[in-house]
């Protein structure tokens, strides 16, 4: 009797259940490519995910029929986003004049959003999701990536494909079993993420207070507020350090409507830490690997954009992968095309981030003096014709994409 692991053989394996993983899967199985989905977790319930659903992924889900389903959980709908930055209340971006269906950001949880594509996946037979199954190392033949070596909840798994896709993160195992090389471009920050119950007179769109050495970001999650509170790269032991009722007072005075609620946070235990980090694989692919998503890119938080970069790249890999994997199993030069479509929208929003990280996030939590609001802020206050710029750039991106591949299949 054998003791070797099962095995199992598809065409695409993808590691990662993710929005780019979810959304590439989906896209795949539609079309007819057999693909089986790893996710690590018994369930898509990780909280502290973002949760900002962009026009952009919008027009995606109006593309393939999805969006009366996605709209029928009721997401928040933020049509502006705002803040009070060194004291001016100011509309940063106004999304209501863009050229697109929807002119606002959905905001829903991130695990609602992933348990959505699910359902809408598994209608394919081509589509294999495996909850509690993790890929843990590559298995390369002659040079190529053939599969992944896997542990899931009944022990050791082999999977042989003709594609393996990274889809698993900024900590992508995928992309350090491959030896891809990371670019650490760098960020000044750290989010602590936390909960504030939410009541009926409380605002409904999100904003954020930049004040004083501090940042507070709100985003509406039904009953209660998802919170961002920015400290300085590393800072955290520092913030604990001074303690809670600091951390209580903190946050009540850049947002003194919530003062009544931050005992909520009885101690550390409910702060969870972001480590901020914007890197990108200068190389995305080997012969039988891609990666997509945070996997080849880790995006700052800043506009909430990461979601949306890692569909869009989902949508230009199955663009190019569908027509490659009709031919047979896609060649280098297919994956390398993956790169390129991305890796300029990839680049822009990553040198944005950047900018806004030294000119406005840096000069913030490095004082402890009220800095007035830059003169770009500034602008956006006395002229709203201007908001459009940044809702463009948050809301649409640098490229946004369209699911032009499924036109030939039968779906």
């Known amino acids: 009797m054998s003791d070797s692991p099962p095995e199992l053989t598809t065409r695409c394996c993808i590691a990662g259940g993710g929005p780019a993983g979810m959304m590439l899967g989906y896209l795949l199985a539609r079309a007819g490519v057999d693909d089986v989905v790893l996710e690590k977790w018994p369930d898509f319930f990780r909280d502290f995910r973002g949760d900002t659903i962009h026009p952009s992924t919008l027009e995606v889900l109006r593309a393939l029929g999805l969006l009366h389903g996605f709209l029928a959980l009721n997401p928040d709908r933020a049509e502006t986003l705002g803040g009070v930055i060194g004291g001016l209340s100011v509309t940063v971006a106004d999304f209501t004049h863009l050229p697109v269906h929807c002119r606002f950001i959905a905001l829903i949880p991130q695990w609602d959003f992933l348990d959505f594509l699910a359902r809408e996946a598994r209608r394919y037979p081509a589509f294999h999701l495996r909850m509690e199954t993790e890929a843990t190392a590559l298995i390369e033949e002659s040079g190529r990536i053939v599969g992944v070596k896997a ?5 050791p798994l082999t999977i042989r494909a003709e594609l393996v896709v990274g889809a698993d993160g900024r900590h992508s195992t995928m992309r350090a079993q491959a030896g891809l090389a990371v670019k650490n471009i760098g960020a000044p ?3 602590l993420w936390f909960r504030l119950s939410r009541n009926e007179k409380d605002p409904t769109q999100p904003f954020g207070t930049f004040d004083r050495g501090r940042i507070l970001v709100l985003i509406a999650r039904g009953d209660y507020w998802q919170c961002g509170f920015v400290i300085p790269k590393g800072g955290f032991e520092r913030v604990r350090a001074c303690g809670l009722d600091a951390f209580h007072s903190d946050i009540a005075t850049l947002a003194p409507a919530l003062a009544d609620r931050v005992h ?6 409910s702060v969870k830490l972001l480590s901020v980090a914007v890197d990108r694989l200068e190389c995305w692919q080997r012969d039988g690997l891609l990666c997509i998503g945070d996997a080849a890119h880790a995006m700052s938080p800043i506009g909430g954009v990461g979601i949306n970069l890692a569909i869009q790249d989902a949508v ?3 663009n190019i992968l569908i027509p490659a994997f009709r031919r047979g199993p896609p060649r280098l030069e297919d994956l390398k095309a993956v790169q390129r479509r991305r890796e300029y929208p990839t680049r822009a929003t990553q040198a944005l981030q950047v900018f806004l990280q030294n000119h406005v996030i840096r000069n913030v939590v490095g004082s ?6 830059p003169w770009p802020v500034r602008l956006l206050g006395r002229i709203p014709v201007l908001r459009r710029i940044p809702a463009r750039v948050i809301g649409l991106g640098f490229r946004p994409e369209m699911p032009d591949a499924l036109k030939a299949s039968n779906h």
């Open 189 to 191: 920050m750290d989010v």
């Open 316 to 318: 230009a890999a199955a």
């Open 264 to 269: 909520e946070i009885e101690n550390f235990d």
């Open 151 to 155: 542990n899931s909840r009944d022990g």
């Open 368 to 373: 402890e003096k009220r800095a007035p609001p």
